[in-house]
């Protein structure tokens, strides 16, 4: 079974199990600190053990869809692994430390709670290489609840530079992904039917990350913004500087970005 989100095609995994006693009750659990241990803001709890069996050890991006409503959204290098005991199957109580897994908590809890009140919860894929991309371009567009119902959001907004430091540091800023963003940006709006699409650098520099903050590299996503333009496309807006977060590009579309599967049947001579 597939669906198209946000201009992406997904296909169906299965729905989450969530584990129970002989009565069919689901097994439940919280877990009690040490004293001086400080817990992140989703510790309390309650959780649960779930499993989700057929989850391919593929790279991609996963959405968590309850009552059709497209719920979460992330990316993942491995999907069985994401949803495995180590990942959200399981919460466990080094994961409730102040530095330690927050996210599996939130989700895990969340899925228990979605799980109480009679909604199954529904695993959807979509396999990539470029899951980050394609991710950052969701959540722009989705805006889905559970993601965002983060309050470490507001902190990494109140302490940017210290924010995008950290994410220059562990994944390197490069051309290569500035182009791979505007490419996913440009398909999204291709299989959308839309025959142009305007980007904003400061925009598309948010979805790679980095931006805002010293580490910044705008004048190399601008560079590659420039770079993909075709005959037809034009500056909306230019920066004063020619290198700056207001650079608004409108690409003419489609471009020829989809495969021939996705773009339909030809149509006959």
């Not at 050890?57 to 994401?82: M, T």
């Not at 908590?105 to 709670?113: D, E, Q, S, Y």
């Not at 925009?203 to 037809?232: F, I, N, S, T, W």
């Amino acid at each position: 079974m597939k669906r198209t989100i946000g201009g992406f095609e997904f296909e169906c995994v299965g729905s989450l199990r969530l584990k129970v006693d002989s009565s069919g009750n689901v097994l439940e659990y919280v877990h009690g600190l040490p004293s001086g241990i400080r817990p992140n803001r989703y510790a309390a709890g309650p959780f649960c053990t779930f499993e989700l069996p057929e989850a391919p050890p593929a790279a991609g991006v996963y959405a968590f869809i309850v009552d059709n409503e497209v719920k979460y959204i992330g990316e993942c290098e491995n999907l069985r692994q994401r949803f495995a005991p180590a990942g959200y199957g399981r919460v466990a109580p080094r994961n409730c430390h102040a530095d330690g897994q927050a996210t599996n908590c939130k989700i895990n809890a969340l899925v228990l709670k979605a799980f109480k009140a009679g909604e199954p919860v529904e695993i959807w894929f979509s396999a990539s290489a470029d899951h980050k991309s394609i991710e950052s371009a969701l959540l722009s567009r989705l805006t889905p609840n559970w993601n965002g119902a983060r309050p470490m959001q507001a902190e990494r907004r109140s302490k940017p530079s210290q924010s995008s430091d950290s994410q220059v540091s562990s994944h390197p800023i490069t051309a290569a992904r500035f182009e791979s963003a505007l490419r996913a940006e440009l398909a999204a709006a291709e299989r959308s039917g839309q025959r142009s699409v305007r980007i904003r650098s400061g925009d598309l520099h948010r979805q790679v990350g980095g931006y805002p903050g010293v580490g910044h590299r705008m004048p190399m996503c601008c560079k590659a913004m420039k770079e993909l333009m075709l005959a037809g496309d034009r500056i909306i807006i230019s920066s004063p500087k020619g290198a700056g977060a207001n650079l608004v590009v409108e690409y003419q579309l489609p471009r020829g970005l989809l495969s021939s599967r996705e773009q339909g049947p030809s149509a006959p001579a």
